[in-house]
């Protein structure tokens, strides 16, 4: 096997190592047994609402998701253009956890998660997971066909193992999961330490690849301001010419204070501001590498 087809093995091989420590200590949630639960992407239905397809990778989401992406992996220290993934990442750096956020509802949140995993996923071969944390208005399942199934809430508030709501796709090294029950209090959830172990598993876990987090919007919930506290980058969305100034500047604030690792992406932007020739999103890092929530060691990314 290729150190490629190593680093991006599936899901399946950790679940299998974790089910066999899970058999010793005859753990009370045994629900992994039979590894991950497959699902087909029907490619041809998430073209027709503008998706990443990794059948068309010269249309404009696929070049403007090329862009982010490069910026985005820069800034949580994987090497570009590495032939050997072993090298992709910087030694000892495991940046690896995305929250997407934005101000308000609809400005292209789960549009932007959903497409970065799966052009990370299709088109880069990385290890990725998108998450719908998202619990009063999930999407993810449903732009993925996926029925209503164990997910995050339950993870949290009853204790199930993760892996038994992971969903993967047979198509590329690209796992899901669901919001799982409907659940009150979703920011005390998400603030919890059952969340920060929870995430910090499966940054563990993912450790060539990328977890993506689907978060509801910032100042109708605290939610987003909870899960910040928990991951290495932000990817706040807004919306060209619709977010009011007023109301990005009070969610950033919000976002800043638990996390300076903001970058933003405009979504659904006709005229590229930097003169570049993408249409609908463009990316803005912040040039300086700030120190990350968890603590992480944080220097210079290496970027290639
Ligand atoms: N750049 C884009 N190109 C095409 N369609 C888009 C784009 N951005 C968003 N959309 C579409 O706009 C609608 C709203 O987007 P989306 O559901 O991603 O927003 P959201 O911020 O996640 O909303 P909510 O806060 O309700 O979860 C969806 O139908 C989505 O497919
Ligand atoms: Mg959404």
Same mark, same amino acid.
């Given at each position: ?13 950790? *679940? ?37 397809? =990794?059948?068309?990778?010269?249309? /404009? ?25 072993? +090298?992709?990442?910087?030694?000892? #750096? ?40 998202? *619990?009063?208005?999930?999407?993810? #399942? ?30 590329? /090294? ?36 990328? !977890?993506?987090?689907?978060?509801? =919007? ?12 928990? *991951? ?16 990005? +500047? ?11 690792? !903001? ?30 929530? #968890? ?10």
């Amino acid at each position: 096997m290729s150190v490629v087809e190593k680093a991006g093995s599936p899901l399946n091989a950790l *679940v299998g190592k974790k089910k066999k420590k899970k058999d010793k200590s005859r753990r009370k949630v045994d629900d992994t047994r039979r590894g991950p639960e497959t699902f087909d992407i029907d490619f041809d239905a998430l073209r027709a609402l503008g998706c990443f397809s =990794p059948d068309a990778l010269s249309t /404009p989401v696929a070049m403007e998701l090329r862009a982010v992406k490069r910026r985005l992996l820069r800034r949580l220290g994987f090497l570009r253009m590495s032939p050997d993934r072993q +090298a992709f990442r910087t030694p000892g #750096r495991q940046r690896n956890l995305i929250l997407v956020t934005s101000t308000q509802a609809g400005e292209g949140k789960t549009f932007c998660a959903l497409n970065l995993a799966l052009s990370l996923a299709m088109e880069d071969q990385i290890e990725t997971m998108l998450i719908d944390a998202d *619990v009063p208005r999930p999407k993810i #399942r449903a732009r993925l066909g996926l029925k209503n199934d164990i997910g995050v809430t339950d993870c949290l508030i009853d204790g199930h193992d993760w892996r038994s709501a992971v969903r993967r796709t047979n198509q590329g /090294p690209l796992s899901i999961i669901g919001e799982g029950r409907p659940a009150d209090r979703t920011a005390e959830l998400f603030g919890s330490p059952q969340a920060q172990s929870l995430l910090t598993d499966l940054s563990a876990e993912l450790q060539d690849g990328l !977890v993506i987090i689907d978060a509801p =919007p910032a100042l109708a919930m605290t939610d987003a301001v909870a899960l910040a506290k928990h *991951v290495d980058e932000i990817v706040f969305v807004v919306e060209a010419n619709e977010t009011p100034e007023p109301a990005i +500047a009070s969610a950033l604030d919000e976002l800043l204070d638990v996390n300076p690792n !903001v970058s933003l992406i405009l979504n659904r932007c006709l005229v590229a501001p930097t003169g570049s020739s993408y249409s609908s999103y463009d990316y803005y890092g912040r040039t300086d590498d700030a120190p990350s929530a #968890r603590g992480k060691e944080e220097k210079n990314d290496g970027e290639a």
